[in-house]
T-cell receptor, first 115, second 109 residues
Framework: DTGVSQDPRHKITKRGQNVTFRCDPI?????LYWYRQTLGQGPEFLTY????????KSRLLSDRFSAERPKGSFSTLEIQRTEQGDSAMYLC?????????????FGAGSRLTVL | AQRVTQPEKLLSVFKGAPVELKCNYS??????LFWYVQYSRQRLQLLLR??SRESIKGFTADLNKGETSFHLKKPFAQEEDSAMYYCVFFSGGYNKLIFGAGTRLAVHP
C-alpha cells in the first residue's frame, strides 16, 4: 500500500460531458474525504464517507455531483454535464477511525480542465 | 461560522532569516489546529498539529486562544522550506478540515 491513489491524474473534457474520478484510500482507513482546490485557494470540503456511508455533503456539491463508496473501500466522484467552473484539482484523502482520525493522508489529486 | 485566515499570500525571506507564517481562526470553543504543507510537485501533507506540541523540521506553532492565533514559526529558514503552507482547523462536529487560503513561503539563497 503506497498511500492514497487517485485516477486519472489529469482529465480534459468538453463542457457538458460527464467525468468520473476514482480514489483508492489507504486500506485500513475507513474514513474518506473529497476536496476541491481551485487556483489560489485552499482545499474546500466536498463530502465525507465513513465506510460506505456518506455522512456529510457540502453545499458546494450541486446535484450534478455524486460520490459513492459502495463497499467501503474505493470511492468515485462523478460530475455530470461539466461546466467550466468545475475546472479544479479534486483531492481525495483518508484517515483511520479513532486516534489519528483527524489526520488526513491526501492523494496526489485529479486535475480537471473543462474546455 | 468557523473560519481560518492566512493574511499573507506570499512570504519571501532569505536563508537563515526567521520565519513567521500567520494564522487566525474564528471559533468560540477549543479548536484543533494543524499546519499542512505542500512542497513543489508533492502531495499535501501534515506538518504539525497543535496538540502534539512538537517541533517538526524546526517549525513550531503555539495556539494562542486569547488572540485566536496559531502562527507557524522557524528561527532560521532553509531553502528546502520553500513551499505552500496551509493553516487548518478541524471541525469536529462536521468531521472535516477547514483550510486557510495558504501562504507561499519562498526562501532565497
Amino acid at each position: 500500500d503506497t498511500g492514497v491513489s487517485q485516477d486519472p491524474r489529469h482529465k480534459i473534457t468538453k463542457r457538458g460531458q460527464n467525468v468520473t474520478f476514482r480514489c483508492d484510500p489507504i486500506s485500513e482507513h475507513n474514513r474518506l474525504y473529497w476536496y476541491r482546490q481551485t487556483l489560489g485557494q485552499g482545499p474546500e470540503f466536498l463530502t465525507y464517507f465513513q465506510n460506505e456511508a456518506q455522512l456529510e455533503k457540502s453545499r458546494l456539491l450541486s446535484d450534478r455531483f455524486s460520490a459513492e463508496r459502495p463497499k467501503g473501500s474505493f470511492s468515485t466522484l462523478e460530475i455530470q454535464r461539466t461546466e467550466q467552473g468545475d475546472s479544479a484539482m479534486y483531492l481525495c484523502a483518508s484517515s483511520p477511525y479513532g486516534g489519528g482520525a483527524n489526520v488526513l493522508t491526501f492523494g496526489a489529486g485529479s486535475r480537471l480542465t473543462v474546455l | 461560522a468557523q473560519r481560518v485566515t492566512q493574511p499573507e499570500k506570499l512570504l519571501s525571506v532569505f536563508k537563515g532569516a526567521p520565519v513567521e507564517l500567520k494564522c487566525n481562526y474564528s471559533y468560540s470553543g477549543s479548536p484543533e489546529l494543524f499546519w499542512y504543507v505542500q512542497y513543489s510537485r508533492q502531495r499535501l501533507q501534515l506538518l504539525l498539529r497543535h496538540i502534539s506540541r512538537e517541533s517538526i523540521k524546526g517549525f513550531t506553532a503555539d495556539l494562542n486562544k486569547g488572540e485566536t492565533s496559531f502562527h507557524l514559526k522557524k528561527p532560521f529558514a532553509q531553502e528546502e522550506d520553500s513551499a505552500m503552507y496551509y493553516c487548518v482547523f478541524f471541525s469536529g462536529g462536521y468531521n472535516k478540515l477547514i483550510f486557510g487560503a495558504g501562504t507561499r513561503l519562498a526562501v532565497h539563497p
